[in-house]
């Protein structure tokens, strides 16, 4: 699985690169423009979950201790795994809805729209799980039941906030300012100061001078993360193409990049000060960064459960708002479970993924002349 992977990265790590030096003038808008603000933060928020609030403090250790992450810092590992290169894969395709799909409409042949939906569904499971999984770390005590419940709680606010597309801007924009937010009072709390935030951050230096070590799997851990990326790609590009406001290909490509690595280098950097010096994070704390994981999953729900209930027709328009609400949490809880008591993966939804762009690489190829012959306004509509 891991060569398949290493292999699947290569191609889509060249294609962007084509993409960009081939069409870095071109003009993509979609479908609901908005300014860059509210765009990155749409994608900041609905591009990651729960894992970017709760993951590091756990994992810090682990890549200190362990010989395969020797090849740089803590920090520079946790920020490769999360941050910078990996969100190309959004580039791509949000490239690929803005310019491709509306002329080609390969998402909208059966069997490609059924797999794509499906691993929607199970991605935006996994986000619930990792919630549920990860709460006893930061709620201590914690009973089953209440934890259960919470959950339960979270995907009815984000089923019941998918309703109307009028709350993405707000949810996006609102969790930004949570995040940023949650990142100043840790920092503070820390009494690090600028000097000792700085030095923090510096140790992120080691994930550029060893950059090409981290496009293939360091590990079968450093796999799962990339597989779980991949799961995300096609969703989250098909999501956001709709929001983007007439950018050029190579400024998405650098937007994309950088914009989302600012905000996750800076909150890697303040938690590593809390590893690094051993300060304990008190129940306050973990409290709030509870409410901000939960904005989160909230946000990356919403997102997701519009997007494949849009693509399977089982809209509020079509079944009516109780039964939408309902029809939605029970599927999105019960897959929860199934995550949580079966052996279901996310590395083999991210191999799905990787299937899914093989077929539309072939089917692209195949097509191509039809492409070519629709590929002429300098402004592209997403459809």
Not at 46 to 54: A, F, H, K, R, Y
Not at 147 to 152: D, M, P, Q, S, T
Request: charged share 10%; glycine share 8%; with cysteine.
């Amino acid at each position: 699985m891991n060569m398949i992977l290493s292999v699947a990265i290569a191609i889509t790590l060249f294609t962007s690169l084509i993409l960009v030096v081939r069409f870095r003038g071109l003009k993509l808008k979609g479908s609901d423009p908005l300014p860059l603000t509210a765009f990155m933060a749409i994608l900041f928020t609905s591009g990651l979950d729960v894992g970017l609030i709760m993951f590091p403090l756990t994992e810090f250790p682990v890549y200190e201790s362990e010989a395969a992450y020797g090849v740089t810092n803590a920090l520079a590992i946790e920020f490769g795994f999360w941050g910078f290169l990996v969100w190309g894969f959004y580039f791509l395709t949000t490239f690929y809805f803005c310019v491709v799909e509306p002329k080609l409409k390969l998402f909208e042949i059966g069997w490609v729209k059924l797999v794509n939906s499906a691993v929607i569904i199970a991605t935006c499971a996994f986000t619930g799980f990792l919630f549920l999984s990860y709460l006893p770390s930061y709620i201590e005590g914690i009973s089953d039941p209440l934890r259960y419940g919470l959950v339960a709680a979270v995907v009815l606010g984000a089923v019941l906030s998918s309703t109307d597309i009028r709350y993405v801007k707000w949810l996006g924009l609102g969790s930004s300012v949570l995040f940023f937010g949650l990142i100043a009072l840790l920092w503070i709390a820390s009494g690090a100061g600028l000097t000792g935030l700085a030095q923090s951050a510096s140790n992120i230096g080691g994930y550029f001078a060893n950059l090409p070590k981290f496009t293939s799997p360091l590990t079968d851990y450093h796999a799962f993360y990339l597989f779980w990326w991949f799961a995300w790609s096609i969703m989250i590009g098909q999501f956001v193409a709709r929001f983007v406001g007439g950018l050029r290909t190579y400024q998405l490509m650098i937007a994309l990049l950088v914009l989302p690595s600012i905000p996750i280098a800076l909150w890697f950097s303040v938690l590593f000060i809390y590893h690094t010096q051993a300060i304990e994070l008190v129940q306050s704390l973990q409290l709030c960064m509870v409410v901000v994981g939960v904005i989160f999953v909230v946000n990356s729900l919403d997102s997701l459960t519009r997007l494949y209930s849009e693509n399977l027709g089982l809209t509020v328009k079509r079944l009516g708002g109780l039964k939408y609400v309902a029809a939605h949490w029970a599927l999105l809880f019960c897959l929860i479970l199934l995550y949580q008591f079966t052996p279901l993966k996310i590395e083999w939804i991210g191999l799905i993924v990787i299937g899914i762009y093989c077929a539309i690489y072939g089917l692209t190829f195949i097509r191509r002349d039809a492409l070519i012959r629709a590929s002429d306004p300098k402004t592209v509509e997403h459809d």
